[in-house]
């Protein structure tokens, strides 16, 4: 029965049908799909804000009074279709595999953008304990895994403490998101000395407002981080940031 088992482990899987146009057999997104919905397009280098115009920052960012802990931000994709539904399978429905091509993406955007570096370290945005016990896992740090895998970088798991999680934040706007999560990271007291002197990136699925990886990045810095960047998978499209409906 062992030899057996062996032999067929060793059999491929069945062709795949692509999960945005059902083409077969195909990845889960298609090549066709990803060049369609997953254009290399212009964003501001601190928010990853989608730039109508070829200027390195958004109108936001240049004005901004108080600067955030995050000084540059990569997102894949924006945060509509098809990424969203994808993104909400991924998260909420115990489709861990998604991190494989979904980070996938996201190391194809960094390498484009020449985002990383071999001396930066991968840490993913953390989730609180409760949090973990109901999905079963972090995907910010699924995704941290693939991209550590696909590029070579040391990814730590442990170096971010969530201390309290927030109210449902997707709704929020900025300055009830910024103040909810006041004090809610820190770095974790055994792995704090590790980050001194980093250079770091943060891993995480979606950003809308940037408060979670403003105070995260904030920790970081608290704990001796030299830079502090943030990847991530998708952006929240601008007009959505508040809770509208994205264009």
């Not at 696909?150 to 798991?157: D, E, P």
Request: proline content about 8%.
């Amino acid at each position: 029965m062992g030899v057996l088992t062996a032999l067929l482990d060793r059999l491929p899987g069945p062709p795949a049908i692509c999960q945005v146009c059902g083409s077969w057999p195909a990845e889960p997104v298609c090549a066709a799909c990803r060049l369609r919905h997953a254009p290399s397009l212009g964003r501001c280098g601190r928010c990853a804000q989608l730039l109508t115009e070829s200027a390195s920052l958004c109108a936001e960012c240049l004005t901004a009074t108080e600067p955030s802990s995050v000084q540059r931000c990569l997102a894949a994709v924006d945060y509509r279709f098809p990424w969203d539904g994808l993104i909400g399978r991924f998260k909420f429905r115990g489709e861990s595999g998604w991190a494989a091509p979904l980070g996938d993406l996201m190391v194809q955007c960094a390498t484009r953008q020449d985002f990383l570096a071999p001396d930066m370290l991968l840490v993913p945005v953390p989730v609180t304990p409760a949090r973990l016990a109901q999905r079963g896992y972090n995907q910010a740090w699924e995704l941290c895994r693939v991209i550590g895998r696909r590029t070579g970088l040391l990814a730590m798991a442990e170096a971010l403490v969530r201390l309290r999680d927030a109210p449902d934040q997707h709704h929020l706007p900025r300055a009830q998101r910024l103040g909810n999560l006041q004090g809610a990271f820190v770095a974790h007291p055994l792995h704090a000395s590790g980050l001194a002197g980093k250079r770091v990136v943060l891993i995480d699925d979606v950003r809308t407002t940037g408060a979670t990886l403003h105070h995260a990045g904030r920790a970081l810095v608290q704990a001796g981080a030299i830079e502090v960047r943030a990847l991530v998978l998708a952006r929240t499209p601008q007009g959505a940031e508040d809770g509208r409906t994205p264009p």
